[in-house]
Structure formats: C-alpha cells, structure tokens
C-alpha cells in the first residue's frame, strides 16, 4: 500500500476533516492492508511469515471492530457493510 493508496482509504472513511486515526479509519486501512496480504499469499502459498503477520493484521481489525460495536453499534453496522465485512 502506497501513500496515494493510504490517502485515498483515509479521504473515504473519516467521519470529519481533520480525522485520520479513527476506528472508522484504522479498520479500513487494516482492511486494505489484508486484502493485499491475502493475494500475496495466494501467490506465494509458502511464506509463512507473511501469514503469521496477515493473522496478527486480522486479530488488530477484530479487536477495533469488537470495540467500535460496543461504544457505537450504528457506526459498527454502517462501517461493515461499506467494507463488505461478513459480520
């Protein structure tokens, strides 16, 4: 993922103007972050340090999703479906 790439998912998913760490944010750069992982890895089906690090990757994007869900379930629900997440 590069800069402009980074830019691009913070300009989508901020909830203001200033914003560039929100859960919101965080979740859908990990998102990204994990689909290119995962075509890495669909690839190159040995590197098993690429998928130990895409698992530490999904474990961080579960904890902020429990997280966001417990302190605001409409945001939760909002950001899943822009993502396509199947929870």
């Known amino acids: 993922m590069d800069k402009s790439d980074r830019t691009a998912v ?11 760490g929100s859960s919101e944010v965080q979740i859908a750069l990990l998102t990204s ?3 290119e992982l995962t075509e890495h890895l669909r ?8 998928r130990r690090g895409l698992l530490k990757l999904v474990g961080q ?3 902020l999703l ?8 409409n945001r939760y629900r909002t950001l899943v479906s822009k993502l396509g997440l199947r929870r």
């Open 66 to 73: 429990n997280y966001l869900n417990s302190e605001d379930v």
């Open 33 to 35: 972050r994990i689909s």
């Open 61 to 63: 994007r579960r904890r």
């Open 43 to 50: 690839e190159h089906k040995h590197d098993h340090s690429t």
């Open 10 to 20: 913070i300009e989508k998913y901020r909830t203001h103007e200033n914003d560039n």
